[in-house]
């Protein structure tokens, strides 16, 4: 090999070829580093309703410090999405030094216990809300499951124009529901049976308890022919 001039020449080039992307890659990181590009400028796509751009500020504080090409996006968008509002967020570079920022917020459709919210996708989520939302209680993990049957028992009880105050899936899987005029639905553990009555219910209402002018407070429909009803005027 030492002897072949033509197979000296071509190592002694790829060497030389090797030095000059190793300089090359080096002088970009420092190209990089040097703060040559700084960012400018955070704009967010749309004015968020729940967050405040100092908690925004907050959030990426120290995580955009640096050279425009040198920000890691995702640590960025990973440190949006544990604000409390926050869903989903998107960060995108916009030459020459501006970062732009999508954030989807959660839409809270219901309360989840003490302590925590539900968006519309069913997925629970720790926020504070000073909206009137009704109030979902279940097992850990019931989230989505409580949220859809929510979404079904109100277009079944629609026709009543009674909204749902409350929807509790038990320890045992047996669901209740109580409307915002204070009734308390007993539906049952299997829930396509539950809808069934409470499609029964609502369309046996007017001929029923709407003729009846005291306040019901206690409805129970786990009965394959029927319900029983508690009215407080009648108790004892």
């Known amino acids: 090999m030492w002897d072949n001039p033509r197979l000296l020449n ?3 080039g790829m060497l030389i070829g090797l030095a000059v992307l190793g300089f090359l890659a080096v002088g970009s990181l420092k190209l990089l580093h040097a703060g040559l590009f700084p960012v400018r400028e955070l704009v967010l796509t749309a004015a968020p309703a729940h967050i405040t751009r100092a908690q925004i500020e907050d959030a990426v504080r120290g995580r955009i410090a640096g050279d425009f090409f040198a920000v890691d996006l995702r640590e960025v968008r990973g440190a949006l999405e544990q604000l409390p509002w926050v869903r ?3 960060v995108r570079r916009v030459w020459p030094g501006r970062l732009e920022v999508t954030l989807e917020e959660h839409v809270a459709l219901a309360r989840w216990g003490d302590d925590a919210l539900v968006n519309t996708y069913g997925e629970k989520f720790s926020a504070a809300s000073g909206d009137k939302l009704p109030l979902f209680i279940g097992p850990a ?3 989505k499951e409580v949220a859809g049957e929510y979404a ?3 277009a079944e009880l629609a026709p009543l124009g009674v909204a749902i105050d409350r929807v509790v899936l038990t320890a045992r899987f047996a669901w209740q529901l109580r409307l ?4 308390y639905i007993m539906l049952g553990r299997d829930v396509q049976v539950a809808e069934e009555r409470l499609r029964r219910f609502v369309g046996a209402y007017d001929a029923t308890l709407r003729k009846i002018p005291r306040r019901h407070e206690y409805v129970d429909l786990r009965y394959p022919n029927g319900f ?3 009215i407080p005027e009648l108790k004892g």
């Open 152 to 154: 079904r028992f109100s």
């Open 180 to 183: 915002a005029d204070g009734l």
């Open 10 to 12: 071509l190592l002694a």
């Open 141 to 143: 993990g019931s989230e």
């Open 88 to 90: 989903r967020a998107a």
């Open 228 to 230: 029983a009803l508690r």
